[in-house]
């Protein structure tokens, strides 16, 4: 994200802390402290120097930023009852939602932190492991245990559609910026849905079928797509119902093999990728 500061990466996981880089020169630039147990999500609200996390620990904490650079804890939400394994923040940047594996997703205000609604399913699924919002901010994609992408229109809070297909739980989705196509990542690779015809049309394997995929991404022209398992893959996307080419094949450098996160840069200049050993790596666009 972009700042007066300059341009900042944010990064959570296993030791409970989030972190704020300078991405240009690596810098720390201030530590989170204050969940209990490993961060599963983060996001930049485009406003007021907000930046939400949420935790294995049940809570999401919403952070305000100082003009000095600091970031102070200003809520803690608890209404979820398992992890919080997802959060997205809405087109508007005037809401977000939150899904757990309590089987429950929270549609927050965020100028006042309130939890607007929450919406549960009947028993007999562990919950939900993903989610993202269409970018028109009508419609919220959730990913479950049990592989299912169901969508919903978030006005009524009702489903509007199941997809089935994927095999292990549903760890990642990222719509295009077009808002025809979602992309969806699991056990079983990834794959591409027309959300016109609620179909899937492309389905990319795993690099490795140990591996889980566990991130995919859009750019914001929507002429890429990232794909993290074993390692990152970057397709060009001419036209994705036709043809969708491989550009780029990066290694994990940190030798686990294991991806966790990918996010493109201002103008895909950059991808910051996520993994197993603790480090961000960043990938410049000549990478690619």
């Not at 609604?117 to 009508?138: I, L």
């Not at 199941?162 to 719509?175: L, R, W």
């Not at 093999?257 to 960043?282: E, H, P, R, W």
Request: with cysteine; charged share 20%; hydrophobic share 35%.
């Amino acid at each position: 994200m972009r700042t007066p500061r300059g341009d900042i990466v944010a990064t959570g996981g296993m030791d409970t802390n989030a972190i704020l880089s300078d991405r240009l020169s690596g810098e720390i630039l201030c530590s989170l402290t204050g969940h209990s147990k490993e961060i599963t999500s983060l996001k930049f609200v485009n406003q007021n120097g907000l930046f939400i996390t949420g935790s294995a620990d049940k809570t999401v904490r919403i952070w305000q930023g100082s003009k000095d650079g600091d970031y102070s804890c200003i809520h803690t939400l608890k209404d979820h009852t398992a992890e919080v394994e997802a959060v997205t923040v809405h087109p508007s940047q005037k809401y977000f939602v939150t899904t757990s594996r309590d089987n429950s997703w929270c549609f927050y205000d965020i100028s006042t932190c309130s939890c607007l609604t929450q919406v549960g399913e009947a028993s007999g699924q562990e919950g939900y492991t993903s989610a993202a919002f269409h970018p028109d901010g009508r419609i919220l994609g959730t990913g479950t245990t049990d592989a299912v992408v169901k969508i919903w229109d978030v006005k009524t809070q009702s489903k509007a559609a199941n997809f089935d297909g994927h095999v292990g739980p549903v760890t990642a989705m990222s719509f295009s910026e077009n808002g025809y196509f979602l992309a969806t990542a699991a056990l079983d690779g990834a794959k591409l849905w027309d959300l016109r015809t609620s179909k899937c049309f492309k389905t990319f394997p795993p690099c490795n079928s140990d591996t889980t995929t566990n991130a995919v991404e859009f750019d914001f022209s929507g002429k890429y797509l990232a794909i993290g398992g074993s390692d990152i893959r970057v397709y060009q996307l001419a036209n994705p119902k036709m043809k969708c080419r491989v550009i780029k094949t990066l290694q994990d450098l940190s030798g686990t093999g294991k991806i966790t996160s990918i996010k493109f840069g201002v103008d895909a200049t950059y991808i910051a990728v996520g993994s197993m050993d603790q480090n961000l790596q960043i990938f410049g666009h000549q990478s690619y």
